[in-house]
């Protein structure tokens, strides 16, 4: 009998790292098929993404439908303000891979290479000065877990 396992000790919710990685940027994926491990392999780090977001606002939702899954990161950045434009303006223009960190430290992909996710944005006042961001697109794989040890700078 098949069973899904369980770790009834932690099972922290949100994430606490989100990084968008161009394609430039992403090399390879590297499948260890043995063992079942995935490596990521980048390039051009200056053209990487790191999000600052505000505490629990971060989430990862990954839907599966139709032999593929709907991926979605949201994350709420606080205070909309000129010194961000630049990069929001190149974030919509792009395709891009999230590379993001959860709060049981698992290190997940999503995005693939036939598929990469689309940067949308909405700025509000109301309530608070934020700018509510989202990854989505859809895929044919679930996202990747990443070895810890795993990400190597080429």
């Known amino acids: 009998m098949k069973?899904?396992?369980?770790?009834?000790?932690?099972?922290?919710?949100?994430?606490?790292m989100v990084y968008a990685i161009p394609p430039s940027s992403l090399k390879r994926v590297r499948r260890d098929y043995t063992h079942e491990n995935f490596f990521l392999e980048l390039v051009n780090l200056e053209q990487i993404i790191e999000f600052y977001f505000t505490?629990?606002?971060?989430?990862?939702?990954q839907v599966g439908e139709n032999n593929?899954?709907?991926?979605?990161?949201?994350?709420?950045?606080?205070?909309?303000?000129?010194?961000?434009?630049?990069?929001?303006?190149?974030?919509?223009?792009?395709?891009?891979?999230?590379?993001?960190v959860d709060q049981n430290n698992y290190i997940r992909l999503i995005g693939t290479e036939e598929n990469q996710l689309r940067f949308s944005l909405e700025a509000s006042t109301s309530?608070?000065?934020?700018?509510?961001?989202s990854f989505a697109?859809?895929?044919d794989e679930q996202a990747l877990f990443i070895e810890n040890s795993g990400i190597n700078i080429l």
């Not at 309530?127 to 961001?133: F, L």
């Open 137 to 139: 697109g859809y895929q």
């Open 55 to 61: 505490d629990d606002t971060a989430q990862f939702k």
């Open 3 to 16: 069973k899904i396992s369980f770790d009834f000790k932690t099972n922290l919710p949100g994430l606490s």
């Open 68 to 100: 593929g899954y709907k991926t979605e990161l949201i994350l709420v950045a606080p205070k909309d303000q000129p010194v961000n434009r630049n990069i929001f303006r190149e974030l919509l223009a792009g395709y891009w891979f999230v590379l993001f």
């Open 127 to 133: 309530g608070r000065n934020q700018v509510n961001c």
